[in-house]
């Protein structure tokens, strides 16, 4: 490959330095965040619940708590946190059977979701016990039913770059809801987890004092998680952080958007990636189930507006 006029007069011209530039031809300018609350105005009503699934107990007061709390009590709008797992691994009681083990998490699942207002669900997937979390025939029908049922209107989920297995399995468990019950209008945030950042966060919302301090409750509720990994000042050092980088993100606007609480208020941000179909993306990483569900809903849709078309002509 020749040189471009841009690099005609470099001296240390490679040619497999055309094939490195070309990872970032056509990224976009530098990503704006948006206030989350705006996306989610027209995702969620009194029959299109926000979903939380969670892979672990503990990881919707981790990722979302302070939203969920917002959505579930200041607005009093349909809020379920669906334990995916309902596992007995690493819960610090030995003098505990596995069975007593995940009714502690259940038991632990239940109080924080008690603390937040939301809806509890306990899935309790055999994937769990299966090699690499692979759901079984009943568990499919278990997921696909329930999404038809509930038809949530925005659903958070970990994100795709998550190291941990069960964590990648329950993206691709909703994205296998939200196929099976044709949800193309279903909202999908990706959260941050402590196993996965979030590789290009775009939405926010912002948590005063009083909803970090129901944010510390929830993780608390998780006695048998805390006594291995106490992830409170965690998540508000990191609340604080992203505050400050989506300030910087924002650039220089006010976070907290004409008509809400005054910004100084403001401790602490819950990041999310708000999902859309970007084909680019999906054929750079083919892995992501959301961007193939995605890509797959927005065709059957598209298909069935040509259809609805084509007899309204006839």
């Known amino acids: 490959m020749e040189k471009s006029s841009s690099t005609s007069r470099c001296n240390h011209w490679q040619p497999e330095f055309e094939r490195l530039l070309q990872t970032v031809h056509g990224c976009g300018p530098h990503g ?99 090699p690499g979390y692979q759901p079984t025939p009943g568990d499919i029908d278990k997921i696909v039913e329930w999404f038809q049922t509930r038809r949530p209107g925005a659903v958070i989920v970990p994100p795709a770059t998550d190291a941990h297995v069960a964590h990648r399995v329950t993206r691709a468990v909703a994205a296998i809801g939200l196929l099976g019950a044709q949800l193309h209008d279903t909202l999908v945030l990706t959260g941050w987890t402590p196993w996965g950042p979030l590789p290009e966060p775009n939405a926010y919302f912002c948590y005063d004092g009083e909803a970090e301090r129901t944010k510390e409750w929830a993780i608390h509720c998780h006695a048998s998680q805390i006594l291995l990994t106490d992830y409170t000042k965690y998540c508000s050092h990191l609340g604080r952080a992203y505050a400050a980088l989506t300030r910087e993100w924002a650039e220089g606007h006010s976070l907290s958007g004409r008509g809400h609480r005054t910004e100084d208020r403001f401790v602490g941000v819950e990041l999310f990636q708000i999902e859309t179909h970007d084909p680019t993306h999906c054929e750079a990483h083919p892995a992501d189930p959301i961007q193939i569900a995605l890509g797959l809903l927005q065709d059957r ?11 309204a002509a006839v």
Request: with cysteine; charged share 25%.
């Open 32 to 130: 704006q965040l948006v206030d989350i609350r705006e996306s989610l105005r027209h995702a969620i009503g009194p029959n299109r619940p926000l979903v939380m699934l969670c892979p672990h107990a503990d990881d919707g007061a981790i990722t979302a708590a302070c939203l969920l709390h917002e959505y579930a009590v200041r607005r009093s709008l349909p809020v379920v946190e669906i334990l995916v797992f309902g596992g007995e691994r690493n819960v610090a009681a030995p003098w505990l059977n596995d069975k007593k083990k995940v009714s502690v998490r259940e038991s632990e699942f239940r109080l924080e979701c008690s603390v937040l207002g939301a809806e509890a669900v306990c899935w309790d997937l055999d994937a769990y016990r299966s």
């Open 301 to 311: 849709a598209a298909k069935a507006r040509a259809n609805e078309r084509a007899v």
